[in-house]
């Protein structure tokens, strides 16, 4: 792109169909906000600048824009007196603008970068004073139409509202995106009124003007339709949501991932790939989580924020914040809490759960156990049942255990406590001082039998005949 380019972003508006707390540009779909794509898309032009227009809830999408993209600057519309309105707040907040300024909505989250850099390039070659994105929608109601002169031009943008029964049948829509020259733009949001059936200074009103005016006004027709839809409700932030999460899995099964079943496999937005991933079905990737190439992950697993090494396999487990090595195993019915790192070909088994757990290369902890705030060394083997017992009821101690630990089932770690390299615990120990390199931890005391206590004590049971019929003690 050659010319400037200014972005302005409205999202000022209530989004009272959403009955939700959270202000609508905020809702995630796919792993990131609604703002958070299309700001994303608008990253891709390059744009000299962005202003986003906040107003309704300002105090939570603000700052969500700043953490997004500190550079965009924020405008404060304090009543929301229509989408022309909006747009001259936006550009008040900037120095003058020349070249083109692209108008976007906040709430389109499948809007591609793609698009917008079509739309202004269309734009820019016309020569014309607007240039609208518009789409074929079967449903058209809602939207503002595109009316066309005979000879196809556009004509001019009339609201759902202010449309008559002909121009409602019309099945091209306004998208609410426009490429506008700067001056053109500058000097038509001072000329919009406000005398329509919502009493609000409509944006659309410009594309008009420039007809009027022998500017140029020209339409770019999307061609998926899908793309400048806006969630306005649970309901289509669903449905939205649905058709993002099958472009993600046709990216990635495109760039060599396998996608077993796509119906239950959802992929954030931002979530990495290598080429020969397996997906088994119901699998769940969120946030930052990256997959490395040979890996299998699922069935049924929720994986976040989490890195999975190289030919891993990852089964039925939910996993937060932790990092998988290369050929390690995880599952069935694993749970890895934030700071779980595995080492490569290690393992955490079934019904194992792991906090702040650094568990070396070739270590195992195969079942039943929890590992919390603990070190373990290399090719250490954790018994079955094993708590490391980091909880005294007031604070959180660490547990280090060395390379080359055999440790027997149903050991308790009492942290504070340290087990050298090489050492061992019996099965039942409850470690509660420090073992020396090489060293056999024991607390179970001997064990003592007292012969007959079946007979004995509970005569005439089973139990006792069980006893008696297995002979003569
Ligand atoms: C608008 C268009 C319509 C188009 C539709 C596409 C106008 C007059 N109409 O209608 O032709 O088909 O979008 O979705 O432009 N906003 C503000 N400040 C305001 C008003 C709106 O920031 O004062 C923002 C809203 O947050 C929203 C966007 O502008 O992101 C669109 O506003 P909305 O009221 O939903 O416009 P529509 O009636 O849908
Ligand atoms: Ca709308």
Avoid: C
């Amino acid at each position: 792109m050659t010319s400037e380019l200014t972005v302005v972003v409205l999202a000022a508006g209530g989004g009272t169909r959403m009955k939700s707390r959270t202000p609508k540009v905020l809702h995630p779909v796919g792993g990131r906000s609604m703002i958070g794509h299309v700001l994303r898309a608008v990253e891709e032009l390059a744009p000299q600048r962005v202003v986003a227009v906040v107003g309704h809830q300002r105090e939570l999408v603000g700052p969500h824009i700043t953490d997004l993209a500190p550079e965009v600057v924020l405008a404060v519309q304090e009543e929301q007196l229509g989408t022309g309105h909006a747009v001259a707040v936006g550009l008040g907040a900037l120095p003058q603008v020349t070249g083109t300024v692209l108008v976007a909505y906040g709430d389109t989250p499948l809007l591609r970068g793609a698009t917008l850099s079509a739309l202004v390039a269309d734009h820019e070659s016309s020569g014309r004073a607007v240039t609208v994105l518009t789409g074929q929608v079967d449903a058209p109601t809602g939207y503002g139409r595109i009316v066309r002169a005979v000879t196809g031009e556009v004509a001019a943008i009339v609201e759902e509202k202010d449309a008559t029964d002909e121009q409602r049948r019309i099945t091209e829509v306004n998208s609410g995106i426009y490429a506008f020259s700067a001056a053109f733009l500058a000097d038509a949001v001072t000329r919009i009124g406000n005398t329509n059936a919502s009493g609000e200074f409509y944006l659309t009103d410009a594309v008009g003007m420039a007809v009027a005016d022998a500017l140029g006004a020209g339409a770019y027709v999307v061609e998926d339709a899908a793309e400048i839809e806006g969630a306005n409700d649970r309901v289509q932030l669903a449905a939205l949501g649905r058709v993002l999460n099958d472009r993600i899995l046709t990216g990635w099964m495109r760039a060599g991932v396998t996608v077993i079943d796509p119906l239950t496999t959802w992929i954030d937005a931002d979530v990495e790939l290598a080429p020969d991933v397996t997906i088994l079905p119901g699998v769940q990737l969120h946030g930052a989580t990256s997959i490395a190439t040979g890996a299998t992950v699922g069935p049924d697993s929720t994986l976040r924020d989490t890195e999975v090494g190289e030919g891993a396999t990852v089964v039925r487990a939910h996993t937060n914040l932790a990092v998988i090595g290369a050929g390690a195993d995880v599952g069935p019915f694993s749970y890895l809490r934030p700071g779980t790192v595995l080492g490569a070909h290690g393992k955490i088994g079934g019904f194992v759960e792991t906090k702040n757990a650094v568990i070396g290369e070739g270590s195992k902890v195969p079942h039943l156990s929890y590992v919390g705030d603990a070190e373990i060394g290399e090719s250490t083997n954790i018994g079955a049942g094993t708590i490391f017992a980091n909880y005294d009821g007031v604070n959180k101690h660490h547990t280090s255990v060395g390379s080359h630990v055999t440790s027997g089932s149903n050991v308790t770690f009492v942290a504070p406590v340290t087990v050298g390299d090489g050492a061992a615990t019996g099965a039942g120990t409850v470690v509660r001082g420090d073992v020396p390199p090489g060293g056999l931890a024991l607390s179970a005391g001997p064990q003592r039998v007292v012969e007959g206590w079946a007979q004995a004590k509970r005569p005439g049971t089973a139990q006792a005949d069980a006893a008696d019929q297995a002979g003569p003690r």
